[in-house]
């Protein structure tokens, strides 16, 4: 059998490079997509480029010519569409932008392979934000969405596109509805490294506190490096369906920042501010994914416990800051 060939947008983020390890294990030539801009950070791939089956490629989620000619281009078996405007608070100060990468986004990339190539099998990371204001616990495939950002309304967007696309124009397009997930590679922004770096950085006295919103707030928190493989399963089935990814648990922001800072020897209460400038303007405040159909369809279920991650997480930040040093 020949070398397959996929092609990832948002190689450089989190799951893109979880992904992209993954795939380059299995024999795969990896196409990824990045954008143009003066400053492209490479940090979580750096360690993938001297592959010869890696190949980056410029194009945009805003610009349909360009992924029409990579698609032509590359002539991928198998597309991952990772890349949005993936961070919730920003979603309040740039919702048309938002709406541009994480909605019409899918549209194009969609409409590029009903264009160059029907038989190309599609990917979109679909959230567990598009459920919101939970109307089911826990969430399942049937669950109606009930959205609480502009990220999470983008996302329901490219939900239904995909299914839409899958049922108007008979494309194998898949969505993965997958709950947050997390890991050494996630950004600082997210509130998850926010706090498992804060406490290694206040055990080696490079700050004093960290200010977060609301601590009762509660998610289902897996390891990114569990879920890609659950994106390859869904794209290897003899038809396309779609999926929720989760691990069935919940915990608080404050579960987290006990496990946190537990991990360095410290009491989080000492150290951790509630800061009313970090609570959403609609809150989303549980999150819990059942994701029986994942099991019992593709075989898939996490391996990394909530605290192993969390130990994960601050066993690297530690590292990091003390090679630092």
Known sequence: MSQKTALITGITGQDGSYLAEFLLEKGYKVVGMVRRSSTINFDRIAHLQETDALELVQ??????????????????????????????????????????????????????????DPTIRFYQASSSEMFGKVQDVPQTESTPFYPRSPYGVAKVYGHWITINYRESYDLYACSGILFNHESPRRGLEFVTHKVTYAAARIKLGLQKEVRLGNLDARRDWGYAGDYVKAMWLMLQQDQPDDYVISTGETHSVKELCEAAFEGVGLNWEDYVVVDEKFYRPAEVDLLIGDCSKAKNKLGWEPTVSFRELVKLMVEADMAELNAAK
């Open 59 to 116: 194009g945009d989620l805003l610009d349909q010519m360009s992924l029409i000619d990579i698609l032509n281009d590359c002539h991928p078996q198998e597309v991952y569409n990772l890349a949005a405007q993936s961070f919730v608070p920003t979603s309040w100060r740039q919702p048309v932008l938002t709406g541009e990468f994480t909605a019409l986004g899918v549209t194009r990339v969609l409409d590029a392979i009903r264009i160059v």
